[in-house]
């Protein structure tokens, strides 16, 4: 008897011992290192993506996906309209410190757990006991809604900038909704391809489009400097405006934060390609705050460069381009070949971090698809032998994008409605993770080991980044300006309730019973 237990023994032993063996060549042949190999086994995970991409590369992943100064200049109607120039630029650098806290509190928990699910499985680890799955499937939910139509925003973007340039190039040229719609599905059928059959080339590409992000820079920012006259600097630093009819110029200043916001979005983009990432507990935090640096910086410098050369605001924000850059670009130049060129710069670099948008929607859906999380979950969560990365999910994000694109046919107002969900989405999945994060440290509880520490001012900086978050948060709701009309009023308060009320009642209904909180696989004791 005791000779038949001994054995049983042995022979479990040297089963797991094998499978151990097995994971371990299995990681090593798609490019992990030991420590790779550690966190999996440790997060219960097997590793079925190739770990191809390192520190440049991931750095240029983050930095094309934020794309901080080309959006910065896209998206600054809206603070010009509520701010003006003073309030563009101070609004910037306050943002830009924020989320700051914001970069590091991301970079420390992906060391902690470098997985694909990001904040959803940070969520399951680090919240109380009784709140961790269902906190955890709403901040999935709420992190794969964000990301997924946030695709749609950006692609929307580019498709509106092209358009931009047709009218300034033939000013006859009226824009149809319907156009919009067909360029947002060419260029994201573009994106697909580089994330299907250029998969094992993205890391290569990402590398190469960090330096074309960084020369566009230049190359856009060099013509400003030397045609474009200066407006005074008193006007540039200290005038706000108040254009959308706010009580106060205060108010119209908070709400004109949207942009800077939406501009550095993007905190857990790298993240979500974690598992394949080589040494990815250590050279992931590392991307994430030399791209916050490095980025942030250029969209300073573009701020208050486009300030200074803009000329009247009251003038640029009239354009028939319905982009104030393209506008500067064009007063400065005086010529349609050169405006067209320095905005192409722009259109090249926003669809490279489209390209980059792809790969993190997909991982991010895919993930929570592995954990059950999704309706059609084990289609989702598949990945296809020798492919090497999550092709359903990828397919899956087209799709979604197709369908979400065509709402614009019908109307453009409930399109960006549902565009705007980006931005409140992915800011409510940090505002929770941080949270759980920081009652966990207030109870004294021990935290996972990471090799990139914030060490003693880590609650400070965590509590900071939720304090920041929560107050723009609000903000994100405002409408564009007073009085409120149809076309004025910002919807996202309705879409972000009504999504949620959807997963809270999904989670009731189905996501509890089939949900596999990641905890469950954790084994932080290994």
Known sequence: MDNDIAKSHMAESSSVEANDNFEMRNISQLGGTNNDEHDMRMLGRTQVLNRNFRFISTLGFACTLMSTWEIALMTSLFGLLNGGTAGLIWGYLIVWIGYMLVFASIAEMASMAPTSGGQYHWVSEFAPPGSQKFLSYIVGWTSVLGWQTGLASLAFLVGTMI????????????????????????????????????????????????????????????????????????????????????????????????????????????????????????????????????????????????????????????????????????????????????????IVNITSACISTVATVSRQTWSFARDRGLPFSSFIGYVKPGWNIPLNSVLITFSITTLLSLINIGSTVAFNAIGSLAVSAILGTYIISFTVLILRRLRKEPLPSRRWTLGRYGIFINIGAVLFLLVVWVFVFFPLGTPVTLQTMNWNVLMFGSTMLFAVVYYMLIGKNTYTAPVELVKRNM
């Open 163 to 346: 358009q931009g340039l047709l009218i300034l190039n033939n000013p006859n040229y009226i824009p149809e909704r319907w156009q919009g719609t067909l360029l947002v599905i060419a260029i994201t059928a573009f994106c697909i391809i580089f994330n299907t059959f250029l998969a094992k080339k993205l890391p290569m590409v990402e590398g190469m489009v960090l330096i074309i992000h960084i020369v566009g820079f230049f190359a856009v920012l060099i013509p400003l400097w030397i045609l474009a006259p200066r407006n005074p600097a008193k006007e540039v630093f200290t005038e706000f405006l108040n254009l959308g009819g706010w009580s106060s110029t205060g108010v119209a200043f908070m709400v004109g934060l949207l942009s800077p916001i939406y501009t550095l979005i993007g905190a857990d983009s790298a993240v979500h390609m974690s598992e394949e990432i080589k040494d990815a507990s250590l050279v992931l935090p590392r991307a994430i705050m030399w791209a916050a640096g490095i980025n942030g910086t250029m969209g300073f410098v573009m701020i208050i460069t486009f300030c200074f050369c803009l000329g009247s605001v009251f003038d640029i924000i009239q354009t028939p381009t319905g982009y104030p850059f393209i506008q500067v670009f064009f007063n400065v130049t005086q010529s349609n070949a050169g405006t067209s060129i320095m905005t192409a710069i722009l």
